[in-house]
């Protein structure tokens, strides 16, 4: 598809957004991006959170971190390009290591992924022998290489479950953590580096402080603020938020699953409580929808991911995703058991 061509496709899904001067701009470089594409044989990945115009001109494939990684495990493509950040491109290394896996920048990185290192995987495990690891799939991949299974947002709550197990290490999001043990009706405690293992406490949920330094900015002020002005909103918000914001919303869910309670709710004004692109594709997709902006709280890893990078990343072939064979193997059994569970209500 020619400039023009991607410029009328993009127009027709972002002409209430973006002026027609920015639309024009960013259809010149994701027509560049899609032949370039073409000519590698390559696949783009696109997170939810990606920006407007990125969203809705060079993926192949979007979703939230569950669904992109099976999407990564199954491409036939030489090439994948990740729009996302480093542990999302990682996962889809990880599942897929004859491909050269990109990142459109160079470092794209996750305070929660930063939160917690192999080692302090280790102490744990020598503090709590025998008891199962879970950790978010929002960790690098040496962590992933330590634990029993991963789980996203997606299915959290079903993989700690899965183990029918009455303690479980689950790491490293505190937030998270607390929202899934309100969820699957455990309890939580949260070990110190010098407290001593008590084999008579009868916690069910060990976590860890890790906390993603977007979500753990909203408060139930903000949605108190929002139902003051704005009566009628739907309050949505994603599971690495507080708990009392968790609680104060009307559904909370993986950024996949937002997209679809809004796209299938009768609801007409909705507050999404993540990174604010998502908000913004959503209203793109539901025009006859109000998305309430609160665009102050961003995430500056995945806004490091632009149109002009991910060029870039297929020009030059940069920035590549390597991981040591040895710890990609140990991490691959933790996301495959984690993809055999699949999402909330797959099973149901
Ligand atoms: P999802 O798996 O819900 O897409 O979340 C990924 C993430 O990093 C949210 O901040
Ligand atoms: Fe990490 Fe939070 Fe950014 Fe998601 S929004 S990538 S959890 S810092």
Known sequence: MDAESTYIQMKEKLGNLIPDFEIRAKAEIAAEINRLKREKNAVILGHNYMEPALFYSVPDHV??????SR????????????????????????LSPEKTVLLPA??????????????????????????????????????????????????ASAVVESFGSDTVIFLPDEYLAQNVARETGKHIIFPTRTAKTDSNVDYQLIGWHGRCEVHEKFTVEDIENARRQFPDVMVLAHPECPPDVVEASDYSGSTTAMVKFVK???SERFLVLTECSMGDNIAAENPDKEMVRMCSIRCPHMNEITMEETRDALLYT???????????LKAKKSVERMLAIGAKGERD
């Open 71 to 94: 999407t990564a495990a199954q491409t036939d493509k030489d090439i994948i390009v990740f729009c996302g950040v480093r542990f999302m491109a990682e996962t889809a290394k990880i």
């Open 264 to 266: 299938d709710s009768g």
């Open 318 to 328: 940069q920035y590549k995703i390597e991981i040591p064979e040895e710890i990609r």
């Open 106 to 155: 160079k470092k794209g990185g996750c305070s929660l992924a930063a939160s917690i290192t192999a080692d302090d995987v280790r102490e744990l495990k020598s503090r709590f022998p025998g008891v199962p690891v879970v950790t978010y799939i929002n960790t690098y991949a040496d962590v992933k290489a330590e634990v029993d299974i991963c789980c996203t947002s997606s299915n």
């Open 63 to 68: 979703g939230d971190s569950l669904e992109l």
